[in-house]
Every structure is written in structure tokens, then in C-alpha cells.
């Protein structure tokens, strides 16, 4: 049944009911908007003052027991923004079924599972609830026996939680409350039919939250209409302000990338860097070259194994090597300290993917840039990423290294490149309508040529007979009749 969404534009002060007019507006403490001692003091311990608009604008409506569809940008603090209402519901009342979980979120990856566990134990740090996390990469009987045990909160990705509900290792059936994190990420993904599977098992008298940088994905209301039940409101946060400087630098083939990306990472002044690729193998090969250019670089991609991918991550929090290279697996969620430089090597396939890499940094208000190599096969899908984002990326220039592309000569009113016209084949004629010296118009006929009216008809070989003289006709020669000696009275004889 089709949800009914009412929708709220933001930035908006749900305290004093009046539109923000900046980000200087006053926002209430946390203090305002969670009752529990217990989270507040949490709260207090992780240095939070005060709520960011998201979490403004959700809390109190999620305490509320509303279904909500939350759009806003990468970095606003979605995460405390569900992680809060819904740890306040859990301690304050008792559960409806105490063998089943209360509260299951389900994200894209497992380094955004990884990173909400993280949160959700340190705001937990003075209570006796205990969270577990269902990912891939970890072997099924571990898994098996941490469901066993009831955690009231389990995090997980749906590709391997789908596996537990059809093995029977899981109990939803007194859930509370469904949390879908970086929900056109999972679509993206292909993973809408396992979290179909799991939305089944779970109770109908849930309360569903779903935040996600975009709500105007294709395919997204789709699933929409079969996760929420009952009514929904949408709640939309406007980016009002934007602290990423974002700009492009023209390349002229992929060594010329590499080149501009050991040369920025050497000249430009950062604290940490990522360097987002297309392809795993791209992801290998570049990490090697800044490696080989005395970089402090590691490399994050599908292929290597979940501890890898802890101790890669880790070591790039702590701050041990300051470029990751990455693939979009780390594109979505990662929270980390002091990313204040983002490169495009490889242009992002949409303004979605575009716009989850650039959000890596110049989080919570903090400024930071984002720069693209743009080669002449990408000028128009750069084009594209800039319309749709309604952005402008400020073309600039590393010295000693520019490019001999200067960009396309002739550009369309949208940016992009004039294609190049198809010449017309020799002994073909023109589709287009002509004119003749009067102004009458008029049509030049296509003619249609078959193959076997241009074989050679005729030019056969003629079979020898037998004194007999045959005719070709149409290239095929009638076969040799036999001529027979006529047999006579006087032969008989």
C-alpha cells in the first residue's frame, strides 16, 4: 500500500516553529530533545553541544512514532539522528517480545555497519544493551551463535542477513524498529530484493525510518511503497551553505593522471587524502605508483579480505598513511577525521556517486575540496554531474604539468561537446529532404540493393555437352542431356 508522505522542506526550528534564517540560528542542546540520563551523559562525554538540523528536524518526530523518509547531506549526522530516538524508545520502555530484536539497521557496506556499531556502543556506554553486527566476510556459526544470544540492536548488511532469515537464525518478530541507512545505496547495489526478504520477516507494527542523501533515485519509491507501512512523512534538509571547493583539472590520457595525482598529493597541504578509482585494478596499480613516489598510501577495494580491510582503515584513521585509494565501497557513510582532500582520478559514473565522494570531506560544517581529472571521453558526463548537482567546477591548472587538451572546440548551450558529424558513405544516397531551383520540395527514393542482384549473372562457367548447343539463363546452366544413337530397322538386322 502506498505510503502517505507529507513533505517538509528545511532548514526548520521544530522548538520555536519558525524557519531558520542561517546556520547561526540558536538550535536547542540535546538536552531539549532526549529525556534519558543515561544517553544524555553519553552524549555529553562524545563533546556534542549542540544538534545538527537533521537531527533537529527527525528526533522529535521519531519520538513522535512516526515512519519518516529523511534527505540530507553527507556528513549532516544522520546516524545520531536514528541512533537517538530510537536508544531513548528502547530504555524507556520494556520490549514486546524479549526474545526477538528491538531495533535492525541495515546499511550498503560493511565499513558504514562497522562505524554505526562504533556509535551506537559509545552512546550504550552506560547501559547493559547490547549491539552485534551481521556482515559479510565472517563465518555464518559465529554469527548463528551472537543471534542466539538476543542482542536487542543488530546492525547488518542485507546481503548476509538475508542468508540468516532464510536459514530460520533470526527472530523479528517483535521488532520495534526498522532503520534503513543510505537507502538509494542499496539500490545502487542491486540489494532491494534481499531487503524485500528481510522486510517480510519483520513485524508490520514497526516503526520504519529511512535516511539517505537522495530521495529521488530512480526505482527508490518503489521500495518505498513496499518497506513502509501505514502513513510517512518526509522530512528534506537544504543545503544552504557549501563548504567544499570543487574543481577540475583537464587530462590528456591516464599517465597524465597519475602524474597530476603524485604531484598534488605532493604539493597540496592536507592532513588526509582519498583518491576515489572506478575499478579494483585501477584501485592496486595507483596505490603502487604513490607508494613508489614515497606516499604514505593504502588501498581500499573489493578484493581484499575483511581483516585487511580493518587494519587498512584503521591506519588511516590513526592517521599512519595519509592517502587512501578507493573504490566507491568507501564512498558511502565513512565518518573520518581530517579528510580535507578528495581526487576524482576517474570521473564517478553519476552525480550521486559524485556527490557520496566529494561528501568525504568538508564534513560537520568543516571546509575541505574536491578535485576531478577530467580527460576528453569524460567533458560530457562532467557536464551532466555539474547540471544535475547544479554546481560549477573551477578549472584549474598544476604548473609543469598541463595538458595538451584545452577542452572541446564547439560546445552545446548545456556544455557539453558537439559530436563529430558522420560522413556519408560513397554510393549512398542522402535521407534528407531536398529542394529543387523553383522551391518545390522534393523526395529523393531510396533505392534498396540486394546482394544477389550484384552477383556476376552470366559470367558462370558453361558446362560442356555433347554437341549440343545450351543457353545460360539467369547464371544457371541446364544439365547435359544424353544423346542416344537412334536404333534402325537396318541395325536390327
Known amino acids: 500500500?502506498?505510503?502517505?508522505?507529507?513533505?517538509?522542506?528545511?532548514?526548520?526550528?521544530?522548538?520555536?516553529?519558525?524557519?531558520?534564517?542561517?546556520?547561526?540560528?540558536?538550535?536547542?542542546?540535546?538536552d531539549d530533545l532526549i529525556a534519558d540520563t543515561q544517553l544524555r551523559k553519553a552524549i555529553a562525554e562524545q563533546g556534542y553541544e549542540q544538534p545538527t538540523e537533521v537531527q533537529q528536524a527527525a528526533i522529535p518526530r521519531a519520538l513522535e512514532g512516526k515512519n519518516l523518509l529523511v534527505s540530507s547531506k553527507t556528513g549532516s549526522g544522520k546516524t545520531?539522528?536514528?541512533l537517538l530516538p530510537c536508544l531513548q524508545q528502547i530504555l524507556a520502555q520494556s520490549a514486546v517480545n524479549p526474545r526477538s530484536t528491538r531495533l535492525l539497521i541495515l546499511t550498503p557496506t560493511r565499513?558504514?555497519?562497522?562505524?554505526?556499531?562504533?556509535?551506537?556502543?559509545?552512546?550504550?556506554?552506560?547501559?547493559?544493551?547490547?549491539?552485534?553486527?551481521?556482515?559479510?566476510?565472517e563465518e555464518l556459526r559465529y554469527q548463528k551463535a551472537l543471534l542466539r544470544k538476543n542482542p536487542e540492536i543488530v546492525v547488518a548488511t542485507p546481503g548476509r542477513l538475508a542468508e540468516h532469515v532464510a536459514h530460520k537464525s533470526t527472530d523479528f518478530s517483535g521488532l520495534e524498529f526498522l532503520v534503513l541507512d543510505e537507502a538509494d545505496r542499496m539500490l545502487d547495489m542491486g540489494l532491494s530484493e534481499d531487503v524485500l526478504k528481510i522486510v517480510e520477516s519483520c513485524d508490520a507494527a514497526r516503526q520504519t525510518l529511512l535516511f539517505s542523501a537522495t530521495l529521488e533515485q530512480k526505482g527508490l519509491r518503489h521500495l518505498?511503497?513496499?518497506?513502509?507501512?501505514?502513513?510517512?512523512?518526509?522530512?528534506?534538509?537544504?543545503?544552504?551553505?557549501?563548504?567544499?571547493?570543487?574543481?577540475?583539472?583537464?587530462?590528456?590520457?591516464?599517465k597524465h593522471k597519475e602524474r597530476l595525482a603524485v604531484a598534488l598529493l605532493n604539493r597540496a597541504e592536507y592532513q588526509k587524502a582519498i583518491v576515489f578509482v572506478n575499478t579494483k585494478v585501477r584501485a592496486s596499480q595507483l596505490d603502487n605508483i604513490l607508494r613508489y613516489n614515497q606516499l604514505r598510501s593504502t588501498a581500499l577495494h573489493g578484493d581484499i579480505t575483511q581483516d585487511d580491510r580493518k587494519r587498512v582503515l584503521e591506519a588511516f584513521r590513526q592517521g599512519k598513511t595519509r592517502v587512501l585509494v578507493a573504490t566507491d565501497v568507501a564512498a558511502r557513510g565513512l565518518d573520518i577525521d581530517g579528510v580535507d582532500l578528495v581526487i576524482n582520478l576517474e570521473m564517478a559514473h553519476s552525480g550521486d556517486e559524485y556527490?557520496?565522494?566529494?561528501?568525504?570531506?568538508?564534513?560537520?560544517?568543516?571546509?575541505?575540496r574536491a578535485v576531478s581529472f577530467v580527460s576528453a571521453s569524460e567533458w560530457n558526463l562532467t557536464k551532466s554531474i555539474e547540471r544535475y548537482l547544479k554546481v560549477s567546477?573551477?578549472?584549474?591548472?598544476?604548473?609543469?604539468?598541463?595538458?595538451?587538451?584545452?577542452?572541446p572546440d564547439k560546445l552545446k548551450k548545456s556544455g557539453k561537446a558537439y559530436g563529430a558529424k558522420k560522413k556519408a558513405a560513397d554510393g549512398k544516397q542522402d535521407k534528407k529532404k531536398g529542394t529543387?531551383?523553383?522551391?518545390?520540395?522534393?523526395?529523393?527514393?531510396?533505392?534498396?540493393?540486394?546482394?544477389?542482384?550484384?552477383?556476376?549473372?552470366g559470367k558462370r562457367r558453361k558446362p560442356s555437352g555433347i554437341g549440343v548447343d545450351t543457353a545460360v539463363i539467369d547464371g544457371f546452366a541446364p544439365p547435359p542431356k544424353k544423346v542416344l544413337p537412334r536404333l534402325t530397322p537396318e541395325a536390327d538386322e
Open 224 to 254: 518505498i511503497k513496499q518497506v513502509i507501512t501505514g502513513e510517512a512523512e518526509e522530512i528534506y534538509i537544504e543545503d544552504s551553505s557549501n563548504q567544499i571547493e570543487q574543481q577540475m583539472v583537464l587530462a590528456d590520457d591516464d
Open 111 to 137: 565499513e558504514l555497519a562497522r562505524q554505526i556499531v562504533k556509535n551506537a556502543q559509545s552512546l550504550l556506554r552506560f547501559t547493559s544493551i547490547k549491539v552485534g553486527s551481521i556482515c559479510g566476510g
Open 80 to 82: 545520531a539522528a536514528f
Open 393 to 407: 567546477l573551477q578549472t584549474i591548472q598544476i604548473p609543469g604539468l598541463e595538458a595538451s587538451y584545452k577542452g
Open 355 to 368: 556527490l557520496h565522494r566529494v561528501g568525504r570531506t568538508g564534513r560537520a560544517d568543516q571546509p575541505g
Open 436 to 457: 529543387t531551383a523553383g522551391g518545390a520540395k522534393k523526395i529523393t527514393e531510396k533505392v534498396k540493393v540486394r546482394e544477389r542482384e550484384r552477383k556476376n549473372i
Open 1 to 30: 500500500m502506498a505510503a502517505y508522505l507529507r513533505r517538509l522542506r528545511l532548514p526548520f526550528c521544530y522548538l520555536c516553529s519558525q524557519s531558520l534564517p542561517s546556520r547561526g540560528c540558536l538550535m536547542s542542546a540535546f
